[in-house]
Nanobody, 126 residues
């Protein structure tokens, strides 16, 4: 069993930056996919970025060019560098993990992940 713990959230003004971290512990896998999701009040959980152990990344259109997902395999930690933040980026951010990698393109769907962190809040003020 894997446990995920997010950190790095906070309050920032529009145009600012934050870096989120997601530390994984417990079981290890030789191949896996990790992703970042976010959920604003009253809205559905939105997948925003994904990376697998082959280094393949996928971004939603809402964050492409502003956010960067990365993994430090030695530290078993997932990161999300968020630049040029906008008020609409305000949400609870969650990391997720699923063993294995997909060989075909799949959507950034929360239904594809079984392991989740508790979330970290990001608030962007205008």
């Amino acid at each position: 069993e894997v446990q995920l713990v997010e950190s790095g959230g906070g309050s920032v003004q529009a145009g600012g930056s934050l870096r989120l971290s997601c530390a994984a512990s417990g079981s290890s896998y030789s191949a896996y996919t990790m992703a970042w999701f976010r959920q604003a009040p009253g809205k559905e959980r939105e997948g925003i970025a994904r990376i697998d152990t082959n280094g393949r990344t996928t971004y939603s259109e809402s964050v492409k060019g502003r956010f960067t997902i990365s993994i430090d395999n030695a530290k078993a930690t997932l990161y999300l560098q968020m630049n040029s933040l906008k008020p609409e980026d305000t949400a609870m951010y969650y990391c997720a993990l699923e063993p294995g990698i997909w060989v075909v393109d799949v959507p950034l769907s929360s239904a594809l992940y079984n392991t989740w962190g508790q979330g970290t809040q990001v608030t962007v003020s205008s």
